[in-house]
């Protein structure tokens, strides 16, 4: 059972818009509507973003979405903040799995 | 508020068993799967294994299988991982987290419990 494949790292000006893909195989994530993004800050217990590709759960900022095409989710954050520096990590059911993460992708705000 | 509190950090030597625990707050907690995870020190998340405290059905990841088993015991909502000997390797932060179905994403989390594996 392999890691979705994500960038290692990705960096991006304040205000502008990032997207950080999450590629799997047609067993996890091109099989399933079931992707989830989490953001994890320093020191701390990862937080959902985006669960079943593209919903958003109460009190998360409608900044992050969620898109896929085939074996690959994506996920966009629009008008970056400083806050938003931090690891994120997609997720997927998976027919084995039954849930693989991300290796993570450290997203840094210039 | 909802909440799953962890138990505290655990320094062991190899060869030791451990059972760590996640108690659940605010919510009825045989309606949701308590999950575990894994996070080697500065690497990325790893998905253990999930549980329904109902009755105690568990799936594990095939990298898990075997090393680790879960447990519930829902009338003090409580879920559990443990093992029953440790290895240098197992040093780790495991975190807990609540699904609502196995196919379902984690909406909360506790705050981790860091294990420590040391001669």
């Known amino acids: 059972q392999s890691a979705l494949t994500q960038p290692a790292s990705v960096s991006e000006s304040p205000g502008q818009s990032i997207t950080i893909s999450c590629t799997g195989t047609?067993?996890?994530?091109?099989?399933?509507?079931?992707v989830s993004w989490y953001q994890q800050h320093p020191g701390k217990a990862p937080k959902l973003l985006i669960f079943?590709?593209?919903n958003r759960p109460s009190g998360v900022s409608n900044r992050f979405s969620g898109s896929k095409s085939g074996n690959t989710a994506s996920l966009t954050i629009s008008g970056l903040q400083a806050e938003d520096e931090a690891d994120y990590y997609c997720s997927s059911y998976t027919r084995s799995g039954p849930w693989v993460f991300g290796g993570g992708t450290k997203l840094t705000v210039l | 508020e909802v909440q799953l509190v962890q138990s505290g950090a655990e320094v062991k030597k190899p060869g030791e068993s451990l059972k760590i625990s996640c108690q659940g707050y605010g919510y009825r907690f045989t309606s949701y799967w308590i999950g575990w995870v894994r996070q080697m020190p500065g690497k990325g998340l790893e998905w253990m294994g999930i549980i329904y405290p109902p009755d105690s059905d568990s799936r594990y990841s095939p990298s898990f299988q075997g090393h680790v088993t879960l447990s519930a015991d829902k009338s003090i909502t409580t879920a559990y991982l443990q093992w029953s000997s440790l290895k240098a390797s197992d040093t780790a932060m495991y975190y807990c987290?609540?699904?609502?179905?196995?196919?379902?994403?984690?909406?909360?989390w506790g705050q981790g419990t860091m294990v420590t594996v040391s001669s």
């Open positions: 079943d590709v593209s």
């Open positions: 047609s067993s996890d994530v091109g099989g399933y509507n079931y």
């Open positions: 987290a609540r699904g609502r179905a196995v196919r379902d994403a984690f909406d909360i």
